[in-house]
């Protein structure tokens, strides 16, 4: 049967990449940027070919956590070569306006930046892209999961229930377009203190268990609310290439090994 020449575009492939996993969260300040880079970094070192395309359109921060800087260049003046650092191949819509100034677009052309990093990137060969989304269930999410073959979604949560309501949300939003939830994982997780080694639920404990239980995904990682951490993420190192022995580190690892 010939198809409707009005049928709206369905997802299409991004050439070369095998599959694409984004990164979520309800809430904002939860980790997501920092859990992207870190499995981006743990994925290439399990020996695969990784990409990472920065979708936080309204606050990018990977380029700062990869150390990646610089204007991406336009050789032919229609494709854009993406950058690399750390065995990961990257994109980001940082990378096209200065540090300080401030993404103030309108939906449509968030879409059009967002469409340009999918089609006009020549991201090369690569096993996984890892699409680090902005927080919430917005026109990027939608976008993202109409345009492109969605592989699947990994929700980043920390404990505490005003966090975990809006990750239902992001979780119910990926159901609705028929991605697959690969896992939660429960990011700051405990804190456990540097001077005397002592473990403290500052956001509760527990919480992205029980709510991945419910929703029948698997829990892939807790991980702590660690300084080392936040300073290698603040460094341009994430702490799975500055630290490949610490136990977060594997942590990292374990869940690139399951996805
Ligand atoms: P999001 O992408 O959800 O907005 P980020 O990844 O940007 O969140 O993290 C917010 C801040 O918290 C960053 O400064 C980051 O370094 C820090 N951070 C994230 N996860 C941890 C952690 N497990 N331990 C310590 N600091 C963390």
Same mark, same amino acid.
């Given at each position: 049967?010939?198809?409707?020449?009005?049928?709206?575009?369905?997802?299409?492939?991004?050439?070369?990449?095998?599959?694409?996993?984004?990164?979520? +969260?309800?809430?904002?300040?939860?980790?997501? +940027?920092?859990?992207?880079?870190?499995?981006?970094?743990?994925?290439?070192?399990?020996?695969?070919?990784?990409?990472?395309?920065?979708?936080?359109?309204?606050?990018?921060?990977?380029?700062?956590?990869?150390?990646?800087?610089?204007?991406?260049?336009?050789?032919?003046?229609?494709?854009?070569?993406?950058?690399?650092?750390?065995?990961?191949?990257?994109?980001?819509?940082?990378?096209?306006?200065?540090?300080?100034?401030?993404?103030?677009?309108?939906?449509?052309?968030?879409?059009?930046?967002?469409?340009?990093?999918?089609?006009?990137?020549?991201?090369?060969?690569?096993?996984?892209?890892?699409?680090?989304?902005?927080?919430?269930?917005?026109?990027?999410?939608?976008?993202?999961?109409?345009?492109?073959?969605?592989?699947?979604?990994?929700?980043?949560?920390?404990?505490?229930?005003?966090?975990?309501?809006?990750?239902?949300?992001?979780?119910?939003?990926?159901?609705?377009?028929?991605?697959?939830?690969?896992?939660?994982?429960?990011?700051?997780?405990?804190?456990?203190?540097?001077?005397?080694?002592?473990?403290?639920?500052?956001?509760?404990?527990?919480?992205?268990?029980?709510?991945?239980?419910?929703?029948?995904?698997?829990?892939?990682?807790?991980?702590?609310?660690?300084?080392?951490?936040?300073?290698?993420?603040?460094?341009?190192?994430?702490?799975?290439?500055?630290?490949?022995?610490?136990?977060?580190?594997?942590?990292?690892?374990?869940?690139?090994?399951?996805?």
């Amino acid at each position: 049967k010939p198809k409707s020449a009005a049928a709206p575009k369905g997802p299409e492939k991004i050439p070369g990449v095998d599959r694409i996993l984004a990164v979520a +969260s309800g809430k904002g300040g939860v980790g997501k +940027s920092t859990v992207s880079a870190n499995l981006a970094c743990a994925l290439a070192a399990e020996g695969r070919r990784v990409g990472l395309l920065d979708a936080d359109v309204y606050g990018p921060s990977q380029p700062r956590m990869l150390g990646v800087s610089g204007r991406p260049s336009s050789p032919d003046g229609k494709t854009i070569l993406p950058l690399r650092n750390h065995g990961v191949t990257m994109m980001s819509i940082g990378l096209m306006t200065n540090d300080d100034q401030a993404v103030v677009w309108r939906g449509p052309m968030l879409m059009g930046a967002l469409q340009q990093m999918m089609t006009q990137v020549q991201w090369g060969a690569l096993d996984v892209l890892i699409v680090d989304l902005p927080p919430g269930t917005g026109d990027v999410q939608m976008t993202l999961a109409q345009k492109a073959p969605v592989d699947g979604a990994v929700i980043v949560s920390t404990p505490q229930d005003i966090a975990l309501l809006d990750a239902r949300k992001g979780i119910d939003m990926f159901k609705q377009m028929n991605v697959p939830i690969h896992g939660m994982i429960e990011n700051m997780s405990t804190h456990i203190c540097s001077n005397c080694g002592h473990v403290e639920h500052t956001f509760g404990h527990g919480g992205v268990a029980a709510e991945a239980e419910k929703l029948g995904v698997p829990l892939l990682a807790e991980i702590p609310l660690d300084l080392q951490i936040r300073m290698a993420a603040d460094g341009g190192a994430p702490i799975v290439t500055s630290q490949p022995d610490s136990p977060q580190t594997e942590a990292f690892r374990k869940v690139a090994r399951a996805l």
